[in-house]
């Protein structure tokens, strides 16, 4: 006879909690290497969510590299990354507060080398001419957007000039070995790096000026990304063209495949500093890749184009570099906390350099995802990771089914994890089941899949996360009375598009969600600002379906339960979308809930927030869906429920 107590789904006590919680978003980022040296960020939740530089080398541990007082984190495309590099003695980096680029020398005290309102990402150093050589964001010209383009700045904080300008997006500037010549991305609107991009090259002079630039790969319709020289100066690139990312380098005349597979080696470049694949030799490339929902380490023979799969116990893998006879990669799993991972190549053992402080949580608590797939409309197949309710301790009444909380991805273009997710976690060892889709236009399958949500936003996310929750609903896994819908940012906006023009789920949650396409097209940041064109019509000619697929002009649709969280310094998705649903539910008497956030932009980095946030929505979830939690939970305002009453809508 089984020794668990029986409850509820959803009042299960769990050990994810509080400071356990809030430690799961303390993830490593952008790693790289410098000699014999390692580099990566580190997030800091309890320190208002403070970047920290940290470095490793043989005979250490890892340690910051840096003083506290710096957070480094560059705004360029506002999502940032590649926000630091390390040369020899010398460390410079973004520091968020104020945006200019510091340099510090062997532990000495940081100095900035740039000016206000020119910000900088995705820096090299040259030093053979003492500057870097990076993306620069120009803010100080009186334009409506700000001015990218390939600059230099020198090391010592002199005037610099710029390499390559006229298109309105650059990343990626690297320069071979020698010094001699240089790759660089570009694109243009309506474009995003996904759909289409360029990739330059061109020979550097001795005083350092660009000449004879050239067009080798890429295309409108051809996304190339990630330019690497190899040892002996061979330039490598990344593109799409057959229908994945795949590895390429270029003849001197054409870009050759170096091993084609069906798989993904690379990812959206929504951030800077992607490395995804890294040489060990001038023959041997060390690369991450996505074949169905999990990453695999790889090592690739370009003589012979023959890739040899890497065991390794970790499913999620990114921030590849590589030395002689190692890979070095950040690497977790579901119940392994993403850490810096040291494999050696000659005997396949594995070491981890750095874990960070995430709390453990015993398996007993843990749910393993499992990549599941369904069917949608138009009788075609989409994807998610389903987790099923697991707590050591705990079992539900005979014949209950559990809640079904359901994931739509930010992005849209993005891709659910594997990772050690205790922000999952929290959910399933409650008692809830998770689906968390990969809805159409989601990365990780190949382009086709990638373009199903071309013009299709609000249709085929919200088709996809409906059928794969009904889909559970008719194999008798879930309840199908206690259906929900989470979503940050572009998830947001699915979770309300679900909400107002399905009648699927019985609670929503949206994340600085997006309730009006129109209003992101007219007023948001640079990078996205013809984001829109393409996920839904050019604007404004297709203004009307702008309005048709916001729930902002059609809130009579939404008859669910809703709960609001907003940060109050968002730029992207400002807080005025957030604040007019609100009201607009309120006022027809829906029950509703606001949480706004001062000092949090678009995505909660501090520790405070990410707790307050999750046990908010667990409230509110217990108010609707009317069970008991097992402490005590800080008390949220539903306005229109009524005191001691739950509410499950029903109407599907």
Same mark, same amino acid.
């Given at each position: 006879?089984?020794?668990?107590r029986v409850s509820?789904?959803?009042?299960?006590?769990?050990?994810?909690?509080?400071r356990?919680?809030a430690s799961?978003?303390s993830?490593?980022?952008?790693?790289?290497i410098?000699g014999?040296?390692?580099y990566?960020?580190q997030?800091h939740?309890?320190?208002?969510?403070?970047?920290?530089?940290y470095?490793?080398a043989k005979?250490?541990?890892?340690h910051e590299?840096l003083?506290?007082?710096y957070?480094v984190r560059?705004?360029v495309?506002? %999502?940032g990354?590649?926000s /630091?590099?390390?040369?020899?003695?010398?460390i410079y980096?973004c520091n968020?507060?104020?945006?200019?680029?510091?340099?510090t020398?062997?532990?000495?005290?940081? =100095?900035?080398?740039?000016?206000?309102g020119l910000r900088?990402?995705?820096f090299?150093?040259?030093?053979?001419?003492?500057r870097?050589?990076?993306?620069?964001?120009?803010h100080?010209t009186?334009a409506?957007l700000p #001015?990218?383009?390939?600059?230099?700045?020198?090391t010592d904080?002199s005037?610099?000039?710029?390499?390559?300008?006229g298109?309105?997006?650059?990343s990626s500037?690297r320069?071979d070995r020698?010094?001699s010549?240089i790759?660089?991305v570009?694109?243009?609107?309506?474009? +995003?790096?996904?759909?289409g991009?360029e990739?330059w090259?061109?020979?550097?002079?001795a005083? =350092?000026?660009?000449?004879?630039?050239r067009?080798?790969?890429g295309?409108?319709?051809?996304?190339?990304?990630m330019p690497?020289?190899s040892?002996e100066?061979?330039?490598h690139?990344?593109?799409?063209?057959?229908?994945?990312?795949?590895? /390429?380098r270029?003849?001197g005349?054409?870009?050759?495949?170096v091993?084609p597979? *069906?798989a993904?080696t690379a990812g959206?470049?929504?951030?800077?500093g992607?490395?995804?694949y890294?040489?060990?030799s001038?023959?041997?490339?060390v690369?991450a890749f996505?074949s169905?929902?999990?990453?695999?380490?790889?090592?690739?023979?370009?003589? $012979?184009?023959?890739?040899?799969?890497?065991?390794?116990?970790y *499913?999620?893998?990114?921030s590849?570099?590589a030395t002689?006879?190692?890979?070095?990669?950040?690497?977790?799993?579901?119940d392994?906390p993403v850490s810096?991972?040291e494999?050696n190549?000659?005997?396949g053992?594995v070491r981890?350099i750095h874990?960070p402080?995430?709390a453990?949580v015993?398996?007993?608590f843990l749910s393993k995802p $499992?990549h599941?797939q369904?069917?949608t409309?138009g009788?075609?197949?989409?994807?998610?990771?389903l987790?099923l309710? $697991?707590n050591r301790?705990?079992r539900?009444?005979?014949g209950s089914r559990?809640p079904?909380?359901?994931?739509s991805h930010?992005?849209?273009?993005?891709q659910?994890?594997?990772?050690?997710?205790?922000?999952?976690?929290?959910?399933?060892s409650?008692?809830f089941?998770?689906?968390d889709?990969?809805y159409?236009g *989601?990365?990780g399958y190949g382009?086709e %899949? $990638?373009?199903r949500l071309?013009?299709?936003w609000?249709?085929v996310d919200?088709?996809?996360?409906?059928n794969?929750a009904?889909s559970?609903v008719r194999k008798g896994l #879930?309840?199908?009375?206690?259906?929900?819908?989470r979503?940050?940012?572009a998830?947001?906006y699915t979770?309300?598009?679900?909400?107002?023009?399905?009648?699927?789920?019985?609670a929503g949650? &949206?994340?600085f969600?997006v309730?009006d396409a129109?209003?992101?097209?007219?007023d948001?940041h640079k990078f996205e600002?013809?984001?829109e064109?393409?996920?839904?019509?050019? /604007?404004?000619e297709?203004?009307?379906?702008?309005r048709d697929?916001?729930?902002?002009?059609h809130p009579?649709?939404? &008859?669910?339960? +809703?709960i609001f969280?907003q940060?109050?310094e968002?730029?992207?998705?400002?807080p005025?979308?957030?604040?007019?649903?609100?009201? *607009?539910?309120?006022?027809r008497?829906?029950?509703?809930a606001?949480?706004?956030?001062? =000092?949090?932009?678009h995505?909660?980095?501090?520790?405070?927030?990410?707790?307050r946030?999750f046990e908010?929505?667990l409230y509110?979830? &217990?108010?609707?869906f009317?069970f008991?939690?097992?402490?005590?939970?800080?008390?949220?305002k539903i306005?229109n429920l009524?005191?001691?009453?739950?509410r499950?809508p029903?109407g599907r």
């Amino acid at each position: 006879m089984s020794s668990k107590r029986v409850s509820e789904y959803g009042s299960w006590q769990s050990p994810i909690k509080g400071r356990v919680l809030a430690s799961g978003s303390s993830q490593p980022s952008e790693l790289k290497i410098d000699g014999e040296r390692l580099y990566w960020l580190q997030l800091h939740p309890e320190e208002a969510g403070r970047y920290a530089l940290y470095t490793w080398a043989k005979g250490e541990r890892g340690h910051e590299a840096l003083p506290k007082e710096y957070n480094v984190r560059t705004r360029v495309h506002e %999502y940032g990354g590649g926000s /630091y590099a390390a040369r020899g003695d010398s460390i410079y980096f973004c520091n968020f507060r104020d945006q200019l680029v510091y340099r510090t020398v062997a532990g000495g005290k940081p =100095g900035p080398i740039t000016r206000q309102g020119l910000r900088y990402a995705d820096f090299v150093v040259d030093e053979r001419r003492g500057r870097l050589i990076g993306v620069r964001e120009d803010h100080t010209t009186g334009a409506k957007l700000p #001015v990218n383009t390939i600059a230099t700045v020198g090391t010592d904080g002199s005037a610099g000039e710029v390499l390559a300008s006229g298109n309105d997006f650059y990343s990626s500037p690297r320069i071979d070995r020698s010094g001699s010549r240089i790759a660089w991305v570009t694109w243009n609107f309506p474009n +995003m790096p996904w759909d289409g991009t360029e990739l330059w090259t061109a020979d550097l002079t001795a005083d =350092g000026a660009v000449e004879t630039p050239r067009l080798i790969a890429g295309a409108s319709d051809e996304s190339v990304l990630m330019p690497v020289w190899s040892p002996e100066g061979t330039l490598h690139l990344v593109s799409d063209r057959t229908g994945f990312w795949n590895i /390429y380098r270029w003849t001197g005349s054409k870009a050759e495949s170096v091993c084609p597979m *069906s798989a993904e080696t690379a990812g959206p470049q929504w951030v800077f500093g992607l490395s995804t694949y890294a040489f060990e030799s001038e023959h041997r490339i060390v690369c991450a890749f996505t074949s169905g929902g999990t990453s695999h380490l790889g090592l690739i023979d370009t003589v $012979r184009a023959k890739l040899r799969v890497l065991r390794t116990p970790y *499913s999620d893998i990114g921030s590849v570099g590589a030395t002689s006879d190692k890979a070095f990669f950040l690497g977790g799993s579901f119940d392994e906390p993403v850490s810096v991972v040291e494999l050696n190549l000659h005997d396949g053992s594995v070491r981890v350099i750095h874990r960070p402080k995430v709390a453990r949580v015993g398996p007993g608590f843990l749910s393993k995802p $499992r990549h599941i797939q369904f069917q949608t409309t138009g009788r075609k197949r989409a994807y998610a990771l389903l987790y099923l309710p $697991r707590n050591r301790d705990f079992r539900a009444p005979a014949g209950s089914r559990p809640p079904l909380l359901v994931i739509s991805h930010g992005g849209p273009t993005a891709q659910t994890r594997t990772f050690y997710s205790l922000g999952v976690q929290a959910w399933t060892s409650r008692g809830f089941a998770v689906l968390d889709v990969n809805y159409g236009g *989601s990365t990780g399958y190949g382009r086709e %899949y $990638r373009e199903r949500l071309s013009g299709q936003w609000g249709v085929v996310d919200v088709d996809d996360c409906c059928n794969g929750a009904l889909s559970l609903v008719r194999k008798g896994l #879930v309840d199908g009375n206690k259906l929900a819908i989470r979503g940050g940012s572009a998830g947001g906006y699915t979770t309300l598009c679900a909400l107002a023009f399905r009648k699927t789920f019985n609670a929503g949650a &949206s994340y600085f969600g997006v309730s009006d396409a129109e209003g992101l097209a007219k007023d948001t940041h640079k990078f996205e600002s013809h984001y829109e064109d393409k996920l839904i019509a050019p /604007y404004p000619e297709g203004r009307q379906t702008y309005r048709d697929r916001s729930a902002l002009y059609h809130p009579e649709g939404i &008859s669910a339960p +809703m709960i609001f969280f907003q940060g109050l310094e968002d730029v992207i998705v400002p807080p005025g979308q957030a604040e007019t649903m609100v009201e *607009s539910l309120r006022k027809r008497g829906v029950p509703v809930a606001y949480i706004p956030f001062e =000092g949090e932009q678009h995505g909660f980095r501090k520790s405070e927030t990410i707790v307050r946030a999750f046990e908010a929505e667990l409230y509110f979830y &217990s108010r609707i869906f009317g069970f008991p939690l097992p402490g005590v939970v800080r008390p949220v305002k539903i306005w229109n429920l009524s005191a001691g009453s739950g509410r499950v809508p029903r109407g599907r």
